[in-house]
């Protein structure tokens, strides 16, 4: 069965370095997505991404945050400068055409230290 | 307004019990409502979705209860099992857009054997 995979499954960096967390969707769908969950909480979106561009984005989604398809298969979340509440489960999420159900990945978890 | 409202917290049941989690939302612009069933250390997992032209559907052991007028909604686990006990959240979003998900706070179950 296809999946969404997700790499690293954990990230532990300073504050202030850059990381980029990486997602590789399933291979026919067509919208992607980036949430979070903080620990113990509920998991928000940050951003949707179609046709090579974003659709939406939240109010967390700032200008520390930048995401990428560099090539047909991955699609990436790029955080510039990280900060201590960061730290966080990051989940990629894709969906097919029309209105279907959105597969999550397991999710990387990143420690900001 | 993007907000979803979920009760209880948490829930404990007896093996066989029909645990019931609910969720109320105010923007009636959402038109599609998932629920989601999470492992710890796993991405939440599609358990089983409504619209809104439906009261009530059905998939297993899993029901969901859908109030268009009250604007909220359940899911219903008959007969569970301590192999149901995982946090569940309920979500909700729009058919215009990116459709992304606007979670609840999730209700951590344990089935007692």
């Given at each position: 069965e296809p999946e969404v995979t997700q790499t690293p499954s954990h990230q532990v960096t300073q504050m202030g370095q850059e990381v980029i967390l990486r997602c590789v969707p399933i291979s026919n769908h067509l919208y992607f997505y980036w949430y979070r969950q903080i620990l113990g909480q509920k998991v928000e979106f940050l951003v949707s991404f179609y046709n090579n561009e974003i659709s939406e984005k939240s109010e967390i989604f700032d200008d520390q945050f930048s995401?990428?398809?560099?090539?047909?298969?991955?699609?990436?979340?790029?955080?510039?400068?990280?900060?201590?509440?960061?730290?966080?489960?990051?989940?990629?999420?894709?969906?097919?055409?029309?209105?279907?159900?959105?597969?999550?990945?397991?999710?990387?978890?990143?420690t900001v230290l | 307004?993007?907000?979803?409202?979920?009760?209880?917290?948490?829930?404990?049941?007896?093996?066989?019990?029909?645990?019931?989690?609910?969720?109320?939302?105010?923007?009636?612009?959402?038109?599609?409502?998932?629920?989601?069933?999470?492992?710890?250390?796993?991405?939440?997992?599609?358990?089983?979705?409504?619209?809104?032209?439906?009261?009530?559907?059905?998939?297993?052991?899993?029901?969901?209860?859908?109030?268009?007028?009250?604007?909220?909604?359940?899911?219903?686990?008959?007969?569970?099992?301590p192999g149901d006990s995982a946090t569940y959240f309920c979500a909700a979003s729009m058919r215009t857009g990116a459709n992304n998900l606007f979670f609840g706070t999730g209700t951590r179950l344990t089935v007692i054997p």
């Open positions: 995401v990428e398809r560099p090539d047909g298969s991955n699609f990436t979340l790029k955080i510039r400068s990280t900060k201590l509440e960061d730290s966080a489960m990051y989940f990629c999420a894709s969906r097919g055409p029309g209105l279907g159900e959105q597969f999550f990945g397991p999710g990387t978890r990143l | 307004q993007q907000q979803v409202k979920q009760s209880p917290q948490s829930l404990i049941v007896q093996k066989g019990g029909i645990p019931i989690i609910n969720c109320a939302y105010e923007n009636t612009a959402f038109d599609y409502f998932p629920w989601y069933q999470q492992f710890p250390g796993k991405g939440p997992a599609l358990l089983i979705a409504i619209r809104p032209d439906v009261s009530e559907k059905k998939e297993g052991r899993f029901t969901i209860s859908f109030n268009k007028s009250a604007k909220q909604f359940s899911l219903h686990i008959m007969d569970s099992q």
